[in-house]
């Protein structure tokens, strides 16, 4: 697009002019974006300025704001244990099921790709369906209750393996690999629509090319053609895998309680909701979301500058 | 014997004035193995996916007597709607009368999911096909704020309400609806690639104006991305529990209705099964309908950079 801008710059008059006469020939534009923008400036750019803002005072919602400099980031970082372990749980979570859920979106996508359009539709919707359909992850609570009615404690009991029936969300051993298995259970959203529509759009003509190329089989065919032709669709999908693994949070609560068992599945999320919804310590909270914003935004802008490389 | 009868049926179907079946080939790259393997391995996994939903479905048809089954069966061997009932009259008995929780969800629900669908388109259709200055920079904007969620925002969104009075009214849920960055990027993408320059230049030769364009020749050619954001919105908005900034009880939605019958312990372990089936049914029976127009924006989704 700018290419084409570039060709109808004119010579005879300053760059300042021609942009100022551009303006004005599309004011009708301006207009056009102006309803967006401004709730856009509303809820997303201020409240982001804000956030770094209220991050250097103390503010409990009835006072002004007293401007307190480092105060609360020193204090998050040397003087709350809790804060700690919440961004070494936070850390850990988006790690591992950041990447999962990236791979199994992928290669569910690419796997349903292969079947025809109707099994393709409805596997679509099994697998899209627990990220669609609200709480319904509150079904696991039931599947793996701590008493020994529940689904899973019943069988295990049956067939001998425990005596006892296990108290799975609340024994701080089970609690981690429970919610990472829900958490990637509800993960398969958008990211995984991208992908089955990106392989969609490969061009067919490819393949044949390749196969004449000396490509035998479909793992070949994948890492040579699919997914160099898919980048644009890896990128967007591992933002939106990103974004979603660090704002993993309300399903912890919901499934865990709050605050969890020796804090053993505390998120920057939780730690955030009880500074902020509890205490009102707004400028604290307000810390802490800026810490939040800016490790959300470093790790996507690595990970697509590392992708950007892949193939090129 | 086989490719004699299927012949003879194929022979038989031709005959009749139907269209020849086209015939089964394996695609390049394609091993018979390697495709019973992808079959196998993806039921494998679409089981394991919908198992726990299976369970909830069975649990929502069982009787009382068979919710405590030592040890319990994953489907009911008497089917019942007890639970069904008795979570609509539960929600008769509430407080606030029950189709009050539904006309805020459907309030909510419709004027958030038109502001947002209209905002966007507008936004999407200049940015990606008026060349004013400044357009870029907006639309980098846009990408930088994929990266972020509303967790980061939520606390200074909360204050900046209060400031604005919203908190505790419809508005504070439908205004920042309004207002989704990913819907803006997808309707951008999709009219790039799908409405021609050369159809909207003929069309500011003969004088349109750039609104009348807009309604009349963009927006017919964008209906899968609209259909998408309405979807896209609309489950946000279904799902929302609305409770953040809504404290009066008759302002609330279904959703939080139901949730809150459930986790108050009001329900026994059926109904809060038949609530889960019940709120799961709408979201993916409209995604199911409307799947290829989904399909087909998100094929042009991709970041280029």
């Given at each position: 697009m700018a290419k084409k801008e570039q060709a109808v710059v004119r010579k005879d008059i300053s760059r300042f002019r021609w942009t100022l006469s551009e303006i004005k020939k599309h004011k009708v534009a301006y207009l056009m974006v102006a309803p967006f923008f401004i709730l856009f400036i509303m809820f997303y750019v201020v409240p982001v300025v804000l956030s770094v803002v209220l991050s250097f005072t103390v503010f409990n919602m009835l006072e002004?704001?007293?401007?307190?400099?480092?105060?609360?980031?020193?204090?998050?970082?040397?003087?709350?244990?809790?804060?700690?372990?919440?961004?070494?749980?936070?850390?850990?979570?988006?790690?591992?099921?950041?990447?999962?859920?990236?791979?199994?979106?992928?290669?569910?996508?690419?796997?349903?790709?292969?079947?025809?359009?109707?099994?393709?539709a409805f596997l679509t919707l099994i697998f899209y369906a627990p990220s669609i359909s609200g709480a319904v992850y509150l079904i696991w609570a039931v599947f793996f209750s701590s008493d020994q009615y529940g689904f899973v404690n019943a069988y295990l009991i049956e067939f001998g393996i425990i005596n006892e029936p296990i108290l799975w969300f609340q024994d701080t051993d089970t609690i981690f690999p429970l919610i990472i298995v829900v958490a990637l259970w509800t993960s398969l959203g958008t990211s995984f629509l991208t992908f089955i529509a990106g392989f969609q759009v490969v061009n067919k003509d490819l393949y044949e090319a390749g196969a004449i190329d000396g490509i035998k089989n479909r793992w070949q065919e994948l890492w040579y053609i699919t997914l160099p032709s898919m980048r644009p669709q890896m990128m967007l999908s591992a933002i939106l895998s990103i974004t979603g693994a660090f704002g993993f949070g309300g399903v912890i609560t919901a499934l865990v309680g709050f605050p969890s068992p020796d804090y053993c599945v505390h998120t920057i999320m939780h730690h955030l909701d009880d500074y902020g919804g509890a205490r009102y310590e707004m400028g604290y909270a307000s810390a802490i979301a800026t810490i939040l914003f800016f490790m959300m935004i470093g790790c996507n802008l690595l990970i697509t500058r590392i992708l950007r490389k892949v193939g090129s | 014997m086989f490719k004699k009868l299927s012949e003879k049926i194929e022979m038989r179907r031709v005959a009749k004035g139907k269209q020849p079946k086209e015939q089964f080939k394996r695609s390049i790259n394609r091993s018979a193995g390697g495709d019973f393997g992808v079959l196998f391995f993806l039921v494998v996994c679409a089981l394991a996916m919908s198992l726990p939903v299976i369970y909830a479905i069975g649990q929502s048809f069982k009787p009382l007597d068979e919710l405590w089954l030592f040890p319990p069966h994953f489907f009911p061997n008497r089917w019942v709607i007890d639970n069904f009932v008795d979570l609509f009259r539960l929600m008769g008995d509430s407080w606030v009368p029950f189709s009050r929780y539904i006309f805020n969800t459907v309030l909510i629900s419709i004027s958030g999911t038109f502001g947002n669908v209209i905002l966007s388109s507008f936004a999407a259709y200049a940015i990606a096909k008026i060349p004013f200055p400044g357009r870029n920079m907006l639309f980098q904007t846009i990408v930088y704020s994929l990266m972020f969620n509303s967790t980061v925002t939520g606390i200074t969104n909360f204050l900046l309400m209060s400031y604005l009075k919203m908190i505790d009214t419809y508005w504070a849920v439908i205004v920042p609806a309004c207002c989704t960055t990913f819907g803006l990027y997808l309707m951008k993408q999709f009219m790039e690639s799908s409405v021609t320059d050369a159809v909207l230049e003929s069309a500011r030769i003969d004088g349109a104006g750039e609104f009348r364009i807009f309604w009349k020749i963009a927006m017919p050619m964008v209906k899968p991305a609209w259909i998408t954001l309405i979807i896209f919105a609309f489950k946000d908005l279904w799902n929302s529990g609305a409770s953040t900034y809504i404290y009066s009880e008759e302002l609330k939605t279904f959703n939080y209705a139901i949730s809150q019958l459930v986790t108050s312990g009001v329900a026994r372990t059926g109904v809060s099964a038949a609530s889960t089936v019940v709120m799961m049914i709408v979201p993916c029976a409209v995604f199911y309908i409307t799947q290829s127009n989904v399909i087909q924006t998100m094929s042009t989704s991709g970041m280029k950079d």
């Open positions: 002004f704001p007293e401007f307190v400099f480092f105060d609360n980031y020193i204090r998050l970082l040397f003087d709350d244990e809790v804060f700690i372990t919440a961004i070494k749980n936070t850390l850990i979570f988006a790690v591992i099921t950041g990447p999962a859920s990236y791979l199994l979106s992928l290669f569910f996508a690419w796997f349903i790709n292969e079947l025809r359009p109707k099994l393709r | -």
